[in-house]
């Protein structure tokens, strides 16, 4: 076991296109984040959150600064050791849950461990369990198109939960849910967050962001503040 944080960012830069057309996306990000935290990252619109959730899972490389992941400086891996730590490591959710169509749910949960090589035999247990962790093992045998987007979104996060990842990142995943199913989501993401994954999630709702214990501000390609929720206070009083 070792004493690092889970993530380190450090001047993390980002400059997309060159030349004249240049633009500097990321302008020196530091941000440490520690095992079993719940982080929201907020800000403006072209603020810089997705860029940084996008090197945060090793989907692009930063033009400058040093992001560290377990204490190994992720610039110094190869492309396949990233996606290897990608693999091992990390669960991605997306706004638009990207689930195959005419597919059940089971099976695209299945999916992230076909390319691991396992049989049918794991790839079901394991999917089951993930779907048992949102829920939806009743709705195991409906594709996409017989679920609410609620449960389309689940169906997403028990993807991304089949490997037994550390780190869950979720970029706007109630972007496209009402407030009722937006409120399940993070009451879910709660749930995983204290049975001990770490969680990333970028919101534009405060009210969504309330379920964080860490509230990360981006303005114009930097941290403009971090914050302690509220929820994290309480957690960490414990009951009265
Ligand atoms: N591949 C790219 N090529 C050029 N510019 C890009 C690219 N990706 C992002 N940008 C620019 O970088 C800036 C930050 O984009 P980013 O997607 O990180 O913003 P965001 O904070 O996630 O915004 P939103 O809330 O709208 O999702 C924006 O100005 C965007 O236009
Ligand atoms: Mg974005």
């Known amino acids: ?98 689930l195959l169509a005419r597919t059940t749910a089971l099976e695209n949960v299945e999916l992230p461990l076909l390319y691991r090589g396992e049989n049918k035999t794991q790839r079901r247990e394991s999917a089951l369990r993930a779907l048992d962790q949102v829920g939806l093992v009743p709705w195991a045998s409906h594709s996409p198109s017989e679920l609410s987007g609620g449960q389309q979104q689940r169906v997403a996060i028990a993807r991304a939960l089949v490997t037994q990842p550390d780190v869950l990142l979720a970029d706007e995943p109630t972007g496209n849910l009402d407030s009722e199913r937006s409120v399940e989501i993070m009451l879910l993401l709660q749930r995983l967050n204290g049975e001990g994954i770490t969680v990333l999630m970028v919101t534009h709702e405060e009210e969504m962001a309330a379920y964080a214990k860490t509230i990360v501000r981006f303005r114009d390609g930097q941290v403009e503040r971090i914050e302690h929720s509220a929820t994290a206070l309480a957690q960490a009083s414990g009951p009265a």
């Open 1 to 98: 076991m070792t004493a690092e944080p889970l993530i380190q960012l450090e001047g993390i830069t980002k400059t997309f296109g060159n030349g004249a057309a240049a633009f500097q996306a990321l302008k020196g990000i530091d941000l440490t984040i520690e095992r079993g935290d719940f982080v929201a990252i907020m800000g403006p619109s072209g603020s810089g959150k997705s860029t940084t959730m996008n090197i945060l899972g090793c989907l692009d490389v930063p033009t400058g600064g040093v992001f560290r992941f377990r204490g190994v400086e992720v610039q110094k891996l190869d492309r396949d050791q990233r996606s290897l730590l990608r693999r091992r490591y990390l669960g991605f959710v997306f706004q638009g849950f990207n």
